[in-house]
Nanobody
Framework: QVQLVESGGGSVQAGGSLRLSCAAS????????MGWFRQAPGKEREGVAA??????YYADSVKGRFTISQDNAKNTVSLQMNNLKPEDTAVYYC?????????????????????WGQGTQVTVST
């Protein structure tokens, strides 16, 4: 069974950092393009970052603060989030798109995702 499981969410004050991890099972991350999306209360789910192993993409709102990385040996994808702001508060979802379908478009689109994780809450307070 193909599955993505996120961890590392939590509560932090503005300016702080969190690191989210996504563990894949049932397949290897190197066969997928990987990404992170988030959904704040009352808002649509939006793409945050994506990686194809050798290249990365970031939404303008997180550029310079977030870093996506992929560890093929551990079959994980991580999102390092620094200088967090209250507007970063959301449920964060790990996402995968099979390589045979081509990379994620820019900006990232929900419709391009093949597999979703269950989500992890990130709350940033002032």
């Amino acid at each position: 069974q193909v599955q993505l499981v996120e961890s590392g969410g939590g509560s932090v004050q503005a300016g702080g950092s969190l690191r989210l991890s996504c563990a894949a099972s049932g397949y290897t991350v190197s066969t997928y393009h990987m990404g992170w999306f988030r959904q704040a209360p009352g808002k649509e789910r939006e793409g945050v970052a994506a990686t194809s192993g050798s290249s990365t993409y970031y939404a303008d709102s997180v550029k310079g603060r977030f870093t996506i990385s992929q560890d093929n040996a551990k079959n994980t994808v991580s999102l390092q989030m620094n200088n967090l702001k209250p507007e970063d508060t959301a449920v964060y979802y790990c996402a995968a798109r099979h390589r045979c379908r081509g990379p994620f478009g820019t900006p990232l689109r929900v419709s391009e995702v093949d597999i979703w994780g269950q989500g992890t809450q990130v709350t940033v307070s002032t």
